[in-house]
């Protein structure tokens, strides 16, 4: 979350209550929504680290706002953030590790549980598929981070199906 | 009948007790082709009740595509039994296979799956034609698939002039033209873009909601997801036969709106 | 049936240059074929021809002065008369040459029934009383043309002379010497002038009947008119033909092979296009089947659209021929307007029509047949079946060393598979190993004509002594009688022969005596002739074995073999006049004349027991020089002998070939243009194949030209290999075809001449060529077609 509110702050300053409606806006429905205490706990570190600098404002009628605005420190992170290329995920090992030692342990066949893990790689893309029907279909961001999941979630099975064949 | 009535008591959720609109048994299928003979279906048993939506996935090479073309009559399987609607098709010959498929059965393709020299009208009524309707029957047929396909317009373009994607459209009005009991599909996006994938998986699951039984073999996850059963399909068996309901019990349950697609680092 | 014809029609549609193309190939076969078979019937048989074309009288009734010819024309089933003409029996002579003649008074106007053709000079002009016109066969005996002064024996032994100013033919039965008269025209006053005694002169009619099966019928009836008393001759058209037959048999037999070998050749080129074109429709069927069309619906469709094309084609070509068939210059024309006033016409046209169509159509059920097998299951087909292999090391250095890819290509190209080209190939064979027969044909015939010496003719004219007509001293060998009459005799043959020789254009005399002899065990006779001397050896034309040496040696033809059923080296014996001869078969040579039943020896060994040893001879083969006219010469030596020798030319068998050569050019056309329908049909297959492969070659780098060059390369090397697969099995076939028939003939084989090897070469050359042209277009337009984005375009 760190580097996306920094991001984010380089359009302009901003506090807290508007970075989170500003996320909410961008990733829509797809994103779970954001946690408001987070948000301000993470804002405070990146004040700590010295990426950010906030400044109180004064309302009338509600308690003081904080509104943040980026550091050069915190310009030249969100630069180099965006330089770098990010690290691919990683391969969900908990189920290679699950394939790969169950036929030691005599507890499990390893054709079920790739069928079992088939089944629910299915049922998620399925509900992935009523997801992006019920999303707005004009909110291209969280269109395609819909399809990106299903992309990899074809990818597994794929893989799955290749664990099958070598296996068998 | 219209296409827009659903027969009465088919739905996702067919009743139990209904006869089985397909059923195969130790189906066998070998391919003898150069070098050694491929055993394409190795004893397959297989039933697919009225309504339902089957998927067949697979590593190709398989034998998905052998096991569709036995379940419409295009090859004959060298061992096993088919039934059809309670009929037993065993001793049905290439004619009565071809007059089970005008009326009841329609298929739809990878490739291939429209006549080169006739219309998109000629194409999507000849069906029509060869089980009987009478001209003005079949074009009205006709004229209300194509409109329920988005393709008004194109009836008199031929197949070489439409992108794959309208081809398959047109592909499917020829498979639906007569209201057939089974569709059989082989592939059918097999070719397409994403946008064309997704505008035949929202066509078949339009269907599929007025009580149409597909059975579809194909290698996209995001089309097997859409069907009510998912049948694994490895090395000529059947590996697992697996009902989809993502309402299921017993399903590990993410928070709503898919919280583990986007995990953001702390 | 309603999707059928939808579909059908939408095929018909889509494809209507093919369908167009198909249609317009058949018409021009039937077409084709049918004018073929007016020539052939044209040549075949001269004496219909000119029965036909002078509207020939069916019956010819001789009677006396007192008779009255002219009621027969009411009687019932006579369609016409010719005459009656007044006639007179006389002898005519020309230049000491003397035949017997019926001389009929005819007006200035030639009649209208039984109208003699004239073939040289004119008929008689009016008021001219000198004007002869002769019959065909009479002027031959006579060596008369046009221009001629002869003499006719009138009454009373009074001389006249008579100008001759042209030759005729007609349906007559023919002169011949001691048999039947000769016929000749003249003026009304010229008969009154020759025979002005009524007594002495008779009536000729012809009658021309409604009902040509009926003439017994009507001979009867018209006797019993006339009154058989006053009736003396009466002759029939069956004996006229029967008289002129035998000339056209060898023509025929062969025209008939031919004519069958290239409704053959067409009918497999109608089975090659439309295989192709089921090929080409592969995965249209396999859409319709998986639809929902029985494999018998296909069946239907593809054989009722192909029948219609080939009903359609025929009765165009029909119908074309029948109604602008007299209208094409030269012997054609006039071939089919007498061909349409045969009997039988029609029938024959049905006939030819129908047979035609009945091949196409078993070809069509092959083929349609084949497509209603075709799978279910649309795959994707691959464009070149599998068995090619890797590129071949030859491949591969031409390649290298910058030999034109266009070229390596094509060649690669021209021999997809192996049941595939070998298929394509081989149609494409038949018609050229059928045009290469017909040249050989061709060189056979003009063999008979340039080197007669070869087959069995080297003399081309033959002395006896003593006139046509005078009885006698025809044939019979060496009078019996005393050696005083011998010794005379052999004077008389010496003294002829010194005269005979003493022409500047005679190269050699070679005398010679013919009997007649009785084989045991057969009622038939044969001919037993002594030729040459041993010091001067007659050239036979020997195909087997050796020249007769010693005494008892000979050689025969190949009709007396199989009459006899012997084999040379064997010994056959026959009676000659009483008396048994034994001889010693040799040899076999080539005998046109006497169906082949001839055996030869020299005249030396020759012994007709006349008592002195040897046999004198009674005629004499004259060789003349190369290019001398043999007419000339005849008629100068009969001149020059004073009307002691009898002068005849050697019927050379090809002379009755003579419209052989146009019938042949009509059939080579017929198989060329049979040729080029298949040719076009491996086009379309080679354009088919390369049009899948388009994407991978321009890939490679080809530029639209060599692509194209890729496709002419491929049916031009496909063409030459059938090319020379057909000149070679042509030859051979040819070479067989024709010895076989002269085998039957009993001339013999060995008469065939193969066709010369520039002539084959052309065809060769003719067969490339003609491939290139006809794909230069379509190769050129199939190389700039815009390339699919559909996968299953290019698939």
Known sequence: MRLPLLALLASGPAHGYELKQALEKLLGAAYPQPNVGQIYVTLGRLEKSGLIEGEDVAQSTRPNKRIYRLTDAGREAVRAWFEEPTDEPRVRDEFFMKLAIAPQTGLADQIALINKQRRQYLNTMRELSRLAAAEDRDNRVAQLLIEGAMLHLQADLDWLERCQEELE | MSLSEAPAGTGPTAPADAPPLVRAEGLVKTHHGEGAPARAVRGVD????????????????????????????????????????????????????????????????????????????????????????????????????????????????????????????????????????????????????????????????RFHGRGQTIVMVTHDARMASAADRVISFFDGRIADDAALDADAPGLRRRGKGVSGVLELKD | MRATLRWAHADLRAHRGEALFTVLATAGIIASLLLAGALFSYTADPWQRVFT?????????????????????????????????????????????????????????????????????????????????????????????????????????????????????????????????????????????????????GQTVGLRLADPDDTDFMVQRAVTALGADQVSEVTRWQQARADAEGEGRLLGLLLALFGLGALLAAALAVAGAISTRVHGHLRDISVLKAIGFTPAQVVRVF????????????????????????????????????????????????????????????????????????????????????????????????????????????????????????????????????????????ATVDRFHERPEEIGLPAALTVRDGSPDDSGSSGSPGSPGSAASGAS?????????????????????????????????????????????????????????????????????????????VRVGDWVRMTVQGRPQILHITGRSIEPEDGG???????????????????????????????????????????????????????????????????IAGLIAVLALIGLTELSTVLGARVRDRGRDLLALKAIGLTPRQIAGVITVSTAFTALAAAVAGTVLGTAAGRWLIDAQGRSSGIGAGIAQSPPPGALLLVIAAAVVGAVAVSAVPAARASRRRIADTLSETL
């Open chain 2, 46 to 205: 297989l039933t697919v009740s009225r309504g339902e939506f089957v998927a067949v996935t697979g590593p190709s090479g398989a034998g998905k595509s052998t096991l569709l073309h036995l379940l419409g009559g295009l090859q004959k399987p060298d061992a096993g039994s088919i039934w059809f609607d309670g009929t037993c098709l065993d001793s049905y010959g290439e004619s009565q296979w071809a007059v089970l498929r005008r009326r009841r059965i329609g298929i739809v393709f990878q490739f291939f799956n429209l006549v080169s020299n006739l219309t998109v009208a000629d194409n999507v009524e000849l069906p029509a034609l060869l089980a009987g309707s009478s001209p003005k029957g079949a074009r009205a047929d006709r004229a209300e698939l194509l409109a329920e396909l988005g393709l008004e317009g194109k009836e008199r373009s031929m197949p070489g002039e439409l992108s794959g994607g309208e081809q398959q459209r047109v592909a499917l009005a020829r498979a639906l033209v007569n209201h057939p009991d089974l569709l059989l599909a082989d592939e059918p996006a097999g070719s397409l873009d994403s946008r064309g994938t997704r505008e035949v998986l929202r066509l078949l699951s």
């Open chain 3, 53 to 201: 074309q002078s509207e020939g009288a069916h019956v010819w009734i001789h009677t006396r002065d007192g008779a009255e010819p002219e009621e027969l024309r009411d009687l019932e089933g006579v369609a016409g008369l010719s005459g009656p003409f007044r006639t007179a029996r006389t002898t005519v002579e020309l230049g000491g040459a003397r035949a017997s003649a019926e001389l009929r008074a005819t007006g200035p106007e030639p009649p209208e029934v039984g109208r003699p053709l004239v073939t040289d000079g004119r008929w008689q002009a009016a008021g001219a009383a000198d004007e002869i016109v002769l019959e065909g066969s009479l002027a031959r005996a006579l060596w008369a043309e046009p221009g001629d002064t002869l003499t006719a024996r009138g009454a009373r032994g009074t001389e006249h002379t008579l100008r001759v100013v042209g030759v005729a033919d007609t349906a007559e039965p023919r002169y011949t010497p001691g048999d039947t008269p000769g016929i000749g025209w003249l003026p009304d006053e010229a008969l009154d002038r020759l025979q002005p005694d009524p007594e002495r002169t």
């Open chain 3, 597 to 663: 039943r001839v055996i030869s020896t020299s005249l030396d060994n020759l012994d007709l027991g006349d008592g002195s040893g040897t046999t004198a001879p009674d005629l004499h083969h004259l060789v003349l020089r190369d290019g001398a006219d043999a007419g000339e010469v005849g008629a100068e030596l009969a001149a020059s002998s004073g009307g002691r020798l009898e002068v005849r030319e050697a019927v050379n068998p090809a002379d009755g070939l003579a419209g052989v050569r146009g019938v």
């Open chain 3, 303 to 442: 054989l009722v659209q192909h029948l219609g094309f080939a009903f359609l084609g025929a009765a165009c070509g029909a119908a074309v021929t029948e109604l602008l068939g007299a209208r094409v210059p030269g012997r054609i024309g006039e071939a089919v307007d007498v061909w349409r006033q045969l009997p039988g016409h029609t029938w024959t046209v049905l006939a030819t029509t129908a047979a035609a169509v009945l091949f196409i159509a078993t070809a069509t059920s092959l083929a349609a047949w084949r497509a209603g097998r075709v799978p279910p299951v649309p795959v994707a087909r691959t464009a070149v079946p599998r068995g090619l292999g890797p590129l071949t090391l030859p491949e591969r250095r031409a390649l290298g060393r910058d030999a034109p890819p266009a070229l390596v290509l094509g060649w690669r190209g021209a021999f997809p598979g192996r049941t595939r080209s070998l298929a394509a190939v081989g149609r494409l064979a038949v018609p050229l190993a059928m045009i290469t027969a017909a040249l050989g044909a061709w």
């Open chain 3, 489 to 565: 005799e052999a004077e008389r043959h010496a003294g002829t022969e010194r005269l005979l020789a003493a022409h500047p254009d005679v190269t050699a005399v070679h005398p010679g005596t013919e009997v007649e002899a009785l084989v045991p065990g057969q009622t038939a006779t044969i001919t037993l002739r002594g030729l040459g001397t041993d010091a001067d050896p007659y050239p036979f034309a020997l195909a087997e074995g050796r020249l007769p040496d010693g005494p008892d040696e000979a050689v025969a033809g190949q009709g007396l073999l199989d009459l006899l059923d």
